[in-house]
């Protein structure tokens, strides 16, 4: 009899998974006994670090998408529609247009900044998180004459180094403009240091002071006046803006909710070593879509694919499953237009930016292309 | 002290990043005026950066104490 592994979520984690399963077990998916499904709600795929890039008129989303169907594995069955509904009791996934039982299930559907979240944000702000944000965000950028540019940031959200690159980004691009001197930059943060991790946070405000970076701690929006354009901190304090940029607190993707599955803001339960969802035997959970308190990242992802796919070769071949996560995260970070420096840590070890380097940044260019093979599984 | 109703506890021990802090921050956005929200952290920073933050943002430390190997740290939202 066939055995089947659904994949839900066909975005960094979901696609690694994929492709690594049907290439590890190879002879398996070609003589029938696994069928591996990989259920996405979109054709394209989307390299989301690229949004960046887009914002500061440095790429195109052409660019940084690929048909999902050429990244995928010959054997990987790649159902195009949106899962609906997910029952783990009955191990079933129903999407618009079909149902579709497993023996394992891995949940990779992500997360996604919920520009609703305060009140006036959507109306009053921009974010460069999403791909259609980011292509309105680089027309103010590219026009803008000066003023104030503010950046805000939630939790949870995804990539927690994206919006300090951001303002690094923001300082050389104006530099280079010649506009700099009428351009405040002002980055803020919520709580009483620039960033959650403290050697990156003492790294920052260097940089900051150094590049005349304004900063505010502990600030936490709670709503926006679009019209009078106005940020307000929880605090109390008003901060006037000429362009907000949030990156506005993240949720789980609706399925996971509609199906009971996640907490208040649809993140699943995860136990962190196993990556299993709590309480459930053939439930994996994976990238973006963990309750884990470790970054939101594609790196993130990466390592856990590692170890689910281990896991379920093990699982599929009668064995224990093993492997453990070890909460690994690795980010690049863009210190500006020409360099880059980088971290590396895990539950235990905390990490340590080395000096930012033009190599650095070249790496990080690469592994904008390299990228592609590790959806494809390859590295 | 011990009348205080919790709406919720959070086990942020052994969370390093993004910081039990974020997870309390998190909560208190989510939450009603009056909830009380219990945060277990593993993490020394914690007795600091909580009460901190707490006083900052006008909210009302109910409690912070050491217990073990963890903190036992307890908020109201109050606005
Ligand atoms: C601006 C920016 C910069 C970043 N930079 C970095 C970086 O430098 N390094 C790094 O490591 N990470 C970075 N990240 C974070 C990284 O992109 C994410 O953490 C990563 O994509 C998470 O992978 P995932 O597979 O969990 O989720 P995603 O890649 O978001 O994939 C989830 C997929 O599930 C699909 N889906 C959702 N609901 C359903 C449904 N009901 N049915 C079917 N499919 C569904 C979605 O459409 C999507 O395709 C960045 C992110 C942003 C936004």
Known sequence: ?379 | MSEVNITKTIDARGSYCPGPLMELVKAIKRGQVGDVYELLSSDNGSAKDVPEWVNKMGHELVYCREEGDFWRIAVKKTK
């Not at chain 1, 783990?88 to 149902?99: C, E, L, M, N």
């Not at chain 1, 064995?319 to 980088?342: D, Q, V």
């Open chain 1, 1 to 379: 009899m066939t055995r089947r592994i659904i994949i839900v979520g066909g975005g960094v984690a979901g696609t690694m998974v994929a492709n690594r399963l049907a290439k590890s077990l190879e002879n398996e998916v070609y003589s029938g006994e696994l069928e591996v499904v990989l259920i996405g709600n979109t054709g394209k795929h989307i390299y989301q670090p690229g949004f960046l890039f887009m914002a500061f008129n440095e790429g195109f989303l052409e660019q940084f998408a690929r048909e999902e169907k050429y990244l995928l594995h010959p054997k990987v069955n790649f159902v195009m529609d949106a899962a609906r509904h997910i029952d783990v009791d009955r191990k079933r996934v129903i999407t618009g247009k079909q149902s579709f039982d497993y023996d394992f299930l891995v949940i990779a559907t992500g997360s996604y900044p919920d520009m609703e979240s305060v009140p006036g944000l959507a109306a009053g702000g921009h974010t460069f998180y999403t791909p259609e944000g980011a292509e309105r965000l680089r027309h103010e950028i590219l026009n803008f004459q000066g003023g104030t540019l503010l950046v805000t940031i939630d939790v949870p959200h995804k990539c927690p180094v994206a919006p300090l690159e951001f303002i690094f980004m923001a300082d050389d691009y104006y530099r280079e403009t010649g506009i700099r001197n009428k351009v405040k930059l002002k980055y803020t943060y919520p709580i009483g240091r620039v960033h959650s991790l403290e050697p990156v946070a003492k790294w920052a405000v260097k940089e900051f002071e150094k590049r005349g970076i304004e900063y505010e701690v502990f600030f936490n929006l709670e709503k926006v006046d679009p019209e009078k354009k106005i940020a307000y901190n929880m605090d109390g304090s008003e901060h006037p803006y000429d362009l907000l940029i949030a990156i506005p607190a993240h949720r789980g993707a609706r399925v996971i909710q509609d199906s009971g599955l996640g907490d208040e803001d649809g993140f699943i339960p995860t136990d962190r070593y196993s990556l299993k969802m709590e309480g459930q035997d053939c439930v994996y959970v994976i990238g973006d879509a963990t309750d884990l308190p470790v970054s939101k990242a594609g790196s993130t992802a990466h390592y856990e694919a590692d170890v689910v796919v281990k896991n379920l070769i093990s699982e599929l071949k009668g064995l224990p499953a093993t492997h453990r996560y070890n909460g690994k995260a690795f980010c690049f970070i863009e210190t500006g237009l020409n360099e880059a420096t980088y971290i590396t840590f895990n539950y235990k070890q905390p990490p340590q930016p080395v000096p930012p380097s033009e190599m650095l940044h070249w790496f990080k260019l690469s592994y904008n292309e390299m990228y592609w093979l590790s959806a494809r599984g390859i590295l």
